[in-house]
């Protein structure tokens, strides 16, 4: 049996300019990340995240950090609490700058590189599954770099004083 697909249209009528916008994003959300494919990159539940991930997961729907954050809110991943410490921490100034271009301008166009076991390996460090020493051995760079995908540049020189 097969199914005739035919325009779909919100009635907004019923909804004030401030519930309107809230539709628009909560569908803009669901058409830019869907469900499915989002669960199967950052899991179904999810008690903590790091800066690198959250960036590349951004390169990956090409949406914005609060965008993402919001969408893994509005699916049950990560706690009310979870995303509010997020905007306190490595998400701190989201809301009104992006915290890395989607790409730099040298590198626009250019073919993309394979990130997710560099995204797993973040998975694992932000829900304290290996340590900072493994994670530096498993994508092969300073522990410092680590540290810095992890909790965001800002952080790491703060940690430091």
């Not at 009310?80 to 301008?105: D, N, V």
Request: proline fraction near 3%; aromatic fraction near 6%; glycine fraction near 8%.
């Amino acid at each position: 049996m097969s199914q005739k697909w035919g325009p779909v249209q919100i009635d907004t009528d019923s909804l004030n300019d401030k519930e309107e916008e809230k539709a628009a994003t909560l569908f803009a959300g669901a058409f830019l990340m869907p469900r499915d494919h989002l669960l199967r990159e950052v899991g179904k539940q999810r008690s903590a995240l790091g800066y690198k991930e959250l960036v590349d997961l951004k390169r990956i729907y090409r949406v914005s950090g609060m965008a993402l954050l919001m969408r893994l809110r509005q699916l049950g991943v990560i706690s009310e609490s979870t995303l509010i410490y997020a905007f306190q921490s490595i998400a701190r100034g989201w809301r009104t700058t992006e915290p890395e271009e989607l790409e730099k301008a040298t590198e626009r166009g250019q073919r993309e590189r394979a990130r997710r076991f560099e995204r797993l390996c973040y998975r694992a460090l932000a829900e304290g599954l290996i340590s900072m020493s493994k994670g530096a051995e498993l994508l092969r760079v300073p522990i410092t770099e680590v540290e810095a995908g992890l909790k965001g540049p800002q952080n790491v020189d703060a940690d430091r004083r």
